[in-house]
């Protein structure tokens, strides 16, 4: 019997009237991710079209993939570096170390946030929600591989139920799920989300790996530039992501390949992905003119978490602006406010987290007032074809 019989053979014990039917949203959940749903989305301030949701969080997920991939090997290629054994470390020695540390994350990561989406719906007597197949994987990826896991649970349950659920669930939220469970580690444990103490794994996993001294540093680049000091890195490692940073945001490379995924198949809009990357640029040029930034505008954006937020937490179609012309200015603002951070703040040289969360804040706002230009200049036009006529 195939899993589409399996479903079906179980339905009569979910639906009503059934001994299951208290556990109906679980059941649903689970037969609308493993197969084709008959139904589609029909709520939800991202549901423009009749196109079910839940294939297109599958596609971000998959876009997400190479980035996730290379991730797990950087751990393992800094862990190795860090230990000078990298020479004598096979390709797959280096991987497996660098999936075995990422893996609990991610799984942590699904657990509890899908146990609460489960719980929620439940309680509610609704139908799962979807929205979490992708901050699934993006919570794992924006943030230090030494960061605890009893730390994660509860970024992620503050996340899911404040930022998300209490106002209605996916497609209702105005805040980044993944980017609101990364500021709450960010500002609740910052020991343990910035310095030069987090970005490498220091311990052995079965055998794997290199026990390196308790506090082993190692600075990410722009670490290095806060502290007033210049980068190591070379460009050509910023850009394939052979550096220390946040475990999915290193490699330029991959986030590119993600974002010709999410370009192709329309899940993404081209105007704010690369509106992110024209205000960046614009703006680190003036600073790097002007002396203030000692790296040059190219630099800014193939460091840290530009390129990842550009492409995968900026063009998040519920949080974002929605109007054609409110895609270029929020888009442009995000880049802009992240380059003014981490200019001007020496405390915080990242950046992209605050801008992406203040500019959802504005989203709204950008797109109503572009609504109401919109307005007043078709009222303006109708009165003087009036008057004309």
């Known amino acids: 019997m195939n899993i589409k019989g399996l479903f079906d053979k179980a339905r009569p014990h979910f639906e009503k009237g059934g001994n299951l039917h208290a556990f109906w949203s679980l059941y649903d959940g689970f037969e609308s991710f493993l197969l084709v749903s008959n139904a589609t989305s029909k709520s939800g301030s991202s549901i423009h079209d009749a196109i079910d949701s839940k294939r297109i969080m599958s596609m971000v997920v998959i876009a997400l993939m190479p980035a ?74 924006i943030i230090p591989v030494t960061t605890p896991l009893w730390m994660l649970v509860i970024a992620i349950a503050f996340a899911v139920i404040f930022a998300k659920e209490i106002f209605g669930g996916t497609g209702m939220n105005f805040l980044n799920v993944a980017l609101v469970a990364r500021a709450f580690l960010f500002f609740s444990y910052p020991a343990k989300m910035s310095g030069d103490s987090v970005w490498l794994a220091t311990d052995t996993i079965f055998g794997l790996g290199n026990q390196l001294p308790d506090g082993f540093t190692m600075a990410t680049p722009l670490g290095q530039i806060g502290q007033g000091t210049v980068p190591t890195a070379s460009l050509t490692d910023m850009i394939l992501g052979f550096i220390p940073g946040s475990i999915g945001e290193t490699s330029v490379v991959a986030i590119a390949i993600g974002a010709v995924i999410l370009l192709w198949s329309g ?117 003087n074809n009036k008057k004309e006529a």
């Not at 000078?84 to 390709?91: I, K, R």
């Open 68 to 141: 996730m991939l290379f991730g797990m090997y950087n751990v393992g290629y800094q862990t190795y570096l860090a230990a000078g054994t990298l020479a004598t470390a096979s390709f797959w020695a280096v991987f497996a170390y660098g999936f075995l540390a990422v893996l609990p994350k991610i799984l942590v990561s699904y657990i509890v946030g899908l146990g609460i989406e489960f719980a929620w719906a439940q309680w509610k007597h609704e139908e799962i929600q979807e929205g979490y197949l992708v901050s699934g994987v993006i919570i794992p990826l």
């Open 267 to 383: 899940v993404a809009s081209w105007k704010t992905m690369l509106s992110v990357f024209v205000g960046g640029g614009l703006t680190a040029a003036l600073f790097h003119a002007c002396g203030t930034s000692p790296i040059t505008w190219y630099e800014h954006l193939v460091l840290g978490g530009f390129a990842f937020g550009a492409v995968f937490m900026a063009t998040d179609p519920v949080t974002s602006a929605r109007t054609e012309t409110g895609k270029w200015i929020y888009g442009f603002l995000i880049g802009f406010m992240a380059v003014v951070i981490r200019v001007l703040n020496p405390g915080y040289p990242e950046g992209m987290m605050l801008a992406i969360l203040l500019m959802n804040v504005f989203a709204p706002l950008i797109d109503y007032c572009v609504v109401e230009r919109n307005v007043a200049h078709r009222i303006n036009r109708a009165k």
